[in-house]
């Protein structure tokens, strides 16, 4: 079973920045893609930025320039560095993996961790 631990969403000031972390737990080969998604109150969990094994990054519009997705491969770890936080950046946070196309189950999820950014 795989199983991704997040930690490091709080409450943080405008301006400021928070480091989240998601750790991959389980018996894996090899990992696809990881990627965060957040999610606000009444609205659709939205893409923030991947991570593919063959090292491009793909961010949304709004967080461009301010978010740095990274990974340890040794860890099995991705890291999303937030800096210059507004406060539309709240929301909770969710991990993902893609395990690949070659095995049963390929997308797993965090459990979400919540990021409130006061203005």
């Known amino acids: 079973q795989v199983q991704l631990v997040e930690s490091g969403g709080g409450l943080v000031q405008a301006g400021g920045s928070l480091r989240l972390s998601c750790v991959v737990f389980g018996s894996i080969f090899s990992i696809h893609a990881m990627g965060w998604y957040r999610q606000a109150p009444g609205k659709q969990r939205e893409l923030v930025a991947t991570f593919t094994s063959g090292g491009s990054t793909n961010y949304a519009d709004s967080v461009k320039g301010r978010f740095t997705i990274s990974t340890d491969n040794a860890k099995n770890t991705v890291y999303l560095q937030m800096n210059s936080l507004k406060p539309e950046d709240t929301a909770v946070y969710y991990c993902?993996?893609?395990?690949?196309?070659?095995?049963?189950?390929?997308?797993?999820w965090g459990q979400g961790t919540q990021v409130t950014v006061s203005s």
């Open positions: 993902n993996v893609d395990l690949g196309p070659r095995v049963v189950a390929r997308l797993h």
